[in-house]
């Protein structure tokens, strides 16, 4: 840590990461609810038009282990600072899109400008603040992704309907440049930068084609376009590519991702505990709304209220579970927080027609809190345990699990719902049978409670220290 950084100057780093962390985030989930004026305005398919989220989502991905390797040489502030500007420039070009094609590239180069925020925002933390305030600080960045990504559809719906859907890029426009010339500005500079010798050419290759064909394959059993009994065959091909990547990995002289990290216990824990608690926090937003509006029969405002509370909860509990981290170990909040949400995901599965929106609003909260009084000692927990000059590829992977635990809970809870239901996750915005849709979602849930359960064994295991 810089021992210079002020009082003052450490909580502006911290809300320049905040802010970057949720723009980046939101924008990841709040097109989805402007999509069919889109594809009405540009004249293309709902198929067509989901490449809009799709290609953010990759792009991001693909880039974080690389952006991470990059800020060794770089350094994490020239990183971040031109992901913002990037950022905002992408926004503007897709504000003024009038194609599909031209609408999709702009879409890359905001991913590209995303996946730089991401990559750096918690090493940057981490740098900043001393481990004795650190949790409190990763806990504030870590709300700002849940909430990000939670709210998306929400805000995206109001701007949509006040304002059109260039709007939901508009807004991005502002926050962008300012964030970035205050980057520029404010955030520390890296002080030792490493001598680039060699790149990693061949981990760079392998490791795309893994999350080519993982995320293809996940996407397009979302959208229906790849049949159930292709997906496994396409993970095993992935799967393939992984171990390819580690293969390479283990004999480059400078690799793009240090597989001694994952030597260190409390890191590997800390990314396996993370990976199933953000498959819990997609899964259950992912059929909350149609319960609330086609089963409980609510209008889509008191929906939208209701679902406000999980974000709420989540961004009061999480700094204070954060700041409850810097004062005793971390192990009993993550604990604590995965029971909390295994029972809380084991009560919603019991939601019938019959149930009170008073009970589903406690649920709602109890869910919140369970997941908030988690991510922030487990995110103090993996960047706790690497060496200041790994903060930067630490950051990008922490922030790689959480996307593939997103995109996992998307998928498996869509696959849990279709078979344990019989509904085709493409009907639900129509007519629903109410005991099958019951059944469906209470299956999903009874999924995410054994996710927390497996996460809490993670949390669980005591590790010895360990550097690289």
Not at 39 to 61: F, R
Not at 167 to 187: A, K
Not at 303 to 319: D, E, F, R, T
Not at 409 to 423: A, D, H, N, V
């Amino acid at each position: 840590m810089d021992q210079e950084i002020s009082v003052t100057r450490k909580w502006i780093i911290l809300a320049i990461t905040s802010i970057g962390t949720f723009m980046g985030t939101l924008n990841s989930t709040i097109v989805n609810v402007a999509l069919p004026v889109m594809s009405s305005e540009m004249k293309v398919s709902i198929n067509d038009i989901q490449w809009v989220i799709s290609a953010y989502l990759l792009t991001t991905v693909l880039l974080l282990l690389l952006f991470g390797k990059l800020s060794e040489f770089t350094g994490k502030k020239n990183i971040f600072a031109f992901g913002m500007l990037l950022f905002a420039i992408g926004s503007a070009l897709c504000a003024f899109s009038h194609s599909l094609s031209f609408l999709t590239v702009s879409r890359i180069i905001q991913a590209i400008g995303a996946s730089g925020i991401f990559s750096m925002s918690m090493g940057i933390v981490s740098g900043a603040f001393p481990p004795s305030e650190r949790g409190k600080a990763l806990g504030i960045v870590g709300t700002m992704v849940a909430i990000g990504t939670i709210a998306g559809s929400s805000l995206g719906g109001i701007l949509v309907s006040a304002f059109g859907w260039p709007s939901i890029f508009v807004i991005n426009i502002p926050i962008g440049i300012i964030g970035s010339i205050l980057s520029f500005l404010v955030l520390p500079e890296s002080p030792d930068r490493a001598e680039m010798k060699f790149f990693d050419i061949a981990g760079v290759i392998s490791f795309s084609m893994f999350i080519l064909v993982l995320f293809l394959a996940l996407l397009f059993a979302q959208q229906d376009v790849l049949p159930l009994i292709w997906l496994i065959p396409a993970l095993l091909i992935a799967a393939a590519f992984l171990l390819i990547f580690i293969r390479v990995e283990k004999r480059a002289k400078n690799p793009l991702l240090d597989l001694r990290l994952f030597k260190i216990r409390e890191f590997s824990f800390g990314l396996a505990a993370a990976y199933f608690c953000f498959i819990i926090l997609n899964s259950t937003m992912l059929f909350l709304p149609f319960y609330l509006q086609n089963i409980l029969k609510l209008s889509t405002l008191n929906s939208g209220l209701i679902l406000s509370v999980y974000p709420i909860s989540m961004g009061i509990i999480a700094p204070l579970s954060g700041w409850l981290s810097d004062r005793i170990t971390c192990r009993p909040l993550t604990i604590i927080g995965m029971i909390v949400t295994a029972a809380a995901m084991l009560l919603l599965a019991t939601l019938g027609q019959n149930s009170s929106v008073t009970e589903t609003v406690v649920l709602m909260c109890l869910l919140g809190a369970g997941l908030s009084i988690f991510q922030s000692p487990n995110n103090a927990r993996v960047m706790g345990s690497v060496a200041s000059d790994q903060l930067g590829i630490a950051s990008s992977t922490n922030a790689l699990f959480r996307y593939i635990g997103l995109s996992s809970g998307t998928t498996f809870s869509m696959l849990i719902f279709s078979l344990s239901s019989s509904i085709s996750v493409g009907s639900l915005s129509g007519q629903l049978n109410a005991d099958a849709f019951l059944h469906g979602i209470a299956a999903v849930y009874i999924f995410d409670a054994v996710c927390a359960l497996i996460a809490m064994m993670f949390s669980m295991m005591k590790t010895k220290a360990k550097t690289v």
